[in-house]
């Protein structure tokens, strides 16, 4: 029995056919309409074709036309036929040849997906009645099911689903984990107990009634399966591949062996197999017999090939990466020895000792396991090698200080003290000479749970600041205080003296930097740590009510929005060729100023309005050919970035008065210039998921109160001092395809792809976490199976979040470890969010808001009622005022409760389809402008202002202007509104008394 289709394109219908061919001469016996459908012009047919099952002489077999027949395969005769939902257009991705479904027997009836692939039916076999359906999004929406003993598989395109046969449509559902991206790249088959899934670098082995993943299998060419007795076949787009089973295999590769005692690949290969073959104890003799022979020509060109192939063989064996394979000690010992003689890089050679301390502390060599340990911590390049983990690496120093307070806390602090007597004896030596603050530094990683550690860590941070090196003092400081905590973690002394000065000098320079958010973590942290801790700044007390409340005003300051009135009042000003500045970097843009940035065609001046004579006035100003974009704006400095043929730089004004403070060098000099490990970045064009197409050399900014970071989408970062402008560091970064870099908590966060092996492939997605004093690299986080589309920082939480193609992750800082995941349907694919306190407000691919717990992953909600404020593009800006977050777009706002989402307020206006001005608020209200004129009434336009609590009207004023507004800024009094070609200044009505914010 054959399944045709017959299609008429001029009359746009298709017909289903069954055809019976006589097996004994070709010949057809018969053919039978089995049903035919139209479809619309714009639409498109669906891309497969269901197969046919044949049960006690009848074939049955549904169509996506939209009909299940049953007819008799001797005659072709009709026993029925049944019409339901087809597939009305075209299918979202055609389904491939190999996922096509067919009817599964049950009895006396029949499991069927419906021809659309909505519901699984159960269908009466003698009648065609419909016995029973079920959603099949309950199942993961499968596009095919087949049956395996006794139960129903159902298969979509990254996910399994399984149930018992006779209770497919109302039973309970067992449902994999979502397989990683591009999902099963072959059908899944059964064999035996199990299931064996496809993907892109392997199989995976599951467990056909509970679908667990017992283990996964790393193919080279993964594709349909075909398991066989002593083979598994796997056929690609292109060729066949066989994988011989164990007694085969060995068999081939020892003759092979025997035959050539040189054949260096043969024996890894045997090595490899008998690892994942579960035969541990059949691995040492083929690695040694590599060994052996690699020894002979050290220096041909696949020993070093040979040798990674070794270390990643015999790491993934003391790893235990495959249950089975189950190690004596004695093979451990065996293993961790060999691992040794291949380690080649310092990657390697950390890797070893950390698997080393390992299997001593397991063998109760407990002495030695902290020695291992040291011997990290006393290299510097070891420390800063890099540990791999599963999808994820971190500094080789931040994994071994983890493995070694592991240590202390299990077996005793005891095992610390001939280095505890070693760290004491260099720092006195250091603090009785002339030592440099790098000694001191380099002291403190090399002991880090001394107890001494703290106060080495306090005499680097001095002399860095002696040397105004302001950030490798914070970087000191804040070190010398985790240290501290770790080590009474430990249940080690601590002198809390040093912890006051740490923390007091810390606090201070802090403040002096106007790093409000860090000096307000960093005394909020010290009062839960260290409750009653005094603190000094060169052993003299701090005034901590007085610490206290110079950031409280500054934080007030910084919080403060310009005072309006709720009428306009006097005439309009008009300044001809005059446009306001927006800020790239969002912090502190609505705060409020006594003047407004301003760019004509070549000049940037600062402006006020002189309330005595109701005119703008310049209060300072320079010439500007360069056309220069405003990066940021706090109290103390004005930051541009001025392009130029070479790439642009940076620079830095007094606020106050204009005053140049600093000019960067050339920046496209200072990225040429950048070094690192991973490879060179190429050029040309390459894709961002939320800024689609960018050119390699395209700039993205990251700010914090320290340092600029100034990415190239290439990979190439340069670190910027915000007081001097001085480059402080440079690197080429391992991500080679940015997406996008947040500055924030003494951190860079990369997110993109790794640089790919070859032209055509896309690359590995990476985040990459830098140190932003220094720019090393702390740590790493490889994503599994999900494309890095942004990055947040929560400053002062210690944690980024970061958003993928398939939900969130949320990773600590410094060291990227994984603190919780969030894969919800619906957080697919989404656009970025906002980070207030423990609050995450995202938003969605929709355009709408989810509301997430950052300190517990949790959703707290999964659409939250934004009034539809975020429906016409961007930008959108989120401010924080009290218990309200304020969200302002060209769509309109809404006021939403920080921590429950729910909504307070929104506005009424209903604006055209190119939506409003970017709102902006003020102290008590709103201000918004319709970027349409009034209906029927030419260059006039409305100008609104809302209540900021509530989005309750208070006013609305007709404006009449030459050009279509499209952007608004405040001052005290007045409201700015920027056309095409001039900016016009309209006062208001002084504040109402009392005002509440």
């Not at 056909?208 to 790393?218: K, P, Q």
């Not at 969605?844 to 404020?869: H, K, N, W, Y």
Request: hydrophobic content about 45%; proline content about 5%.
């Amino acid at each position: 029995m054959i399944a045709v289709r017959k299609v008429s394109q001029s009359k746009r219908f298709a017909s289903a056919y069954l055809v019976g061919i006589d097996l004994a001469d070709g010949s057809a016996r018969w053919v039978r309409l089995a049903g035919s459908a139209g479809w619309l012009a714009y639409g498109g047919r669906g891309q497969w074709s269901d197969w046919p099952t044949l049960h006690e002489g009848i074939v049955y077999r549904t169509d996506e036309l939209g009909v299940i027949c049953a007819i008799e395969a001797g005659t072709g005769r009709y026993r029925w036929v049944r019409k339901l939902a087809g597939v009305e257009s075209r299918l979202p991705s055609p389904r491939l040849p190999w996922a096509s479904s067919r009817p599964v027997i049950d009895g006396n009836s029949l499991l069927t997906l419906s021809p659309d692939r909505r519901e699984l039916l159960r269908i009466d076999l003698e009648t065609g009645a419909v016995l029973a359906s079920r959603d099949t999004r309950q199942l993961g929406q499968p596009g095919y099911i087949f049956e395996h003993a006794g139960r129903l598989v159902a298969v979509a395109p990254s996910r399994i689903a399984s149930m018992p046969l006779g209770e497919a449509t109302s039973g309970p559902v067992s449902l994999s984990d979502v397989a990683p991206d591009p999902g099963f790249l072959g059908r899944v088959v059964a064999s035996g107990n199990s299931l064996l899934a496809p993907f892109a670098s392997g199989v995976a082995i599951l467990d056909a009634g509970d679908l667990r993943e017992g283990r996964a299998i790393a193919l080279d060419a993964p594709g349909n399966l075909l398991p066989l007795d002593d083979q598994l076949i796997a056929a690609d787009n292109e060729q066949l591949h066989s994988y011989l089973g164990w007694e085969k295999a060995s068999q081939v590769l020892r003759a092979r062996l025997d035959a050539d005692p040189s054949d260096v690949s043969s024996a890894i290969s045997y090595a490899e197999l008998a690892a994942r073959a579960g035969h541990a104890e059949a691995v040492l003799e083929p690695i040694d017999r590599a060994l052996a022979a690699m020894a002979v020509n050290p220096i041909a060109p696949e020993v070093a090939a040979g040798q990674h192939r070794l270390f990643e063989l015999l790491l993934a064996l003391l790893n235990g990466d495959d249950p089975r394979a189950q190690l004596t000690p004695e093979l451990a010992s065996g293993a961790v020895e060999r691992l040794g003689a291949v380690a080649m890089s310092s990657d390697e050679r950390a890797t070893h000792l950390l698997v080393l301390a390992s299997v001593r502390e397991r063998g109760g060599r407990i002495n030695d396991a902290v020695e291992a340990c040291q011997r990290v911590l006393l290299d510097a390049q070891l420390a800063a090698a890099s540990w791999n983990r599963e999808g994820s690496s971190v500094r080789a120093e931040v994994e071994t200080i983890s493995r070694l307070d592991g240590l202390l806390r299990t077996h005793g602090l005891e095992f610390y003290q001939p280095f505890e007597h070693e760290a004491g004896a260099q720092l006195d030596r250091l603090e009785a000479g002339a030592a440099r603050p790098e000694e001191f530094e380099s002291l403190a990683r090399s002991y880090p749970r001394s107890t001494r550690a703290p106060e080495a860590w306090l005499r680097a941070a001095e002399g860095y600041a002696s040397n105004a090196s302001g950030l490798r003092a914070d970087r000191a400081y804040s070190h010398g205080i985790e240290v501290a905590l770790a080590i009474r973690a430990v249940g080690l002394g601590v002198d809390l003296d040093i912890v006051g000065e740490l923390v007091g000098r810390r606090v201070s320079a802090l403040l002096a930097a106007n790093r409000l958010d860090a000096a307000g973590a960093e005394l909020s942290l010290a009062d839960q740590r260290w409750p009653g801790l005094s603190l000094t700044t060169g052993r003299e007390q701090v005034d901590r009510t007085l610490l206290e409340s110079i950031l409280h005003d500054r934080v007030e300051a910084r919080e403060a929005r310009p005072l309006i009135g709720s009428e306009l009042t006097g005439e309009a000003i008009g300044m001809d060729g005059w446009a306001l500045m927006r800020a790239l970097d969002r912090r502190d843009a609505y705060t409020r100023r006594d003047t407004v940035l301003m760019l004509a065609a070549e000049r940037l001046g600062a402006w006020a309005f002189d309330t005595t004579s109701h005119r703008m006035v310049e209060r300072w100003g320079f010439e500007t050919k360069a056309k220069p974009s405003l990066v940021r704006r706090d109290a103390e400095t004005v930051l541009l970035f001025e392009p130029d043929d070479s790439g642009g730089t940076l620079r830095a004004l007094a606020s106050v008065d204009g005053a140049p403070l600093w000019r960067s060098a050339p920046l496209g000099e200072s990225l040429a210039r950048a070094e690192g490990a991973a490879a060179a970045a190429g050029g040309g064009e390459r894709t961002a998921p939320l800024d689609g197409r960018v050119r390699a050399n395209d700039l993205v900014l990251a700010v914090d109160e320290t340092v600029i970071a100034v990415v190239s989408r290439s990979g190439r970062v340069v670190g910027i001092d915000t007081t001097t402008g001085r480059e402080v560091w440079s690197t080429r970064s391992v991500c080679q395809s940015v997406h996008d870099a947040v500055a924030g908590d003494g951190v860079l966060v990369l997110a993109g792809t790794e640089n790919p092996e070859a032209e055509d492939q896309a690359g590995e997605p990476v985040v990459s976490i830098l140190d932003l004093g220094s720019g090393e690299e702390l740590s790493r986080f490889n994503p599994s199976g999900a494309r890095v589309r942004w990055v947040l920082v929560g400053r002062g939480s210690g944690r980024v979040v970061v958003g993928l193609s398939r939900g969130l992750v949320c990773l600590s800082l410094p060291d990227g470890q994984v603190e919780w995941t969030l894969s919800e349907s619906g957080l697919e694919d989404t656009t970025g969010g906002w980070i207030f306190g423990d609050r995450l407000f995202l938003q969605t691919q929709m355009l709408e808001l989810a509301l997430i717990d950052t300190a517990t992953g949790s959703l707290v909600s999964p659409r939250l009622d934004a009034a539809g404020c975020l429906d016409v593009g961007a930008p959108i800006d989120a401010v924080r005022t009290g218990d309200l977050v304020t969200f302002l777009s060209p769509a309109g706002c809404a006021m939403l409760d920080a921590r429950t989402g729910e909504r307070v307020g929104a506005d009424a206006l209903e604006p055209a389809a190119t939506g409003l001005v970017q709102p902006v608020p003020a102290r008590d209200s709103l201000v918004l402008c319709e970027r349409e004129p009034i209906p029927g009434q030419v260059g006039v336009y409305r100008l609104h202002l809302l209540d900021g609590r509530n989005g309750r009207a208070l006013s609305t004023r007709p404006l009449v202007l030459e050009e279509a507004p499209r952007r608004i800024a405040l001052l005290d009094g007045v409201i700015l509104l920027t056309t095409d070609d001039q900016t016009v200044v309209l006062p208001t009505t002084s504040p109402p008394a009392g005002s509440s914010r």
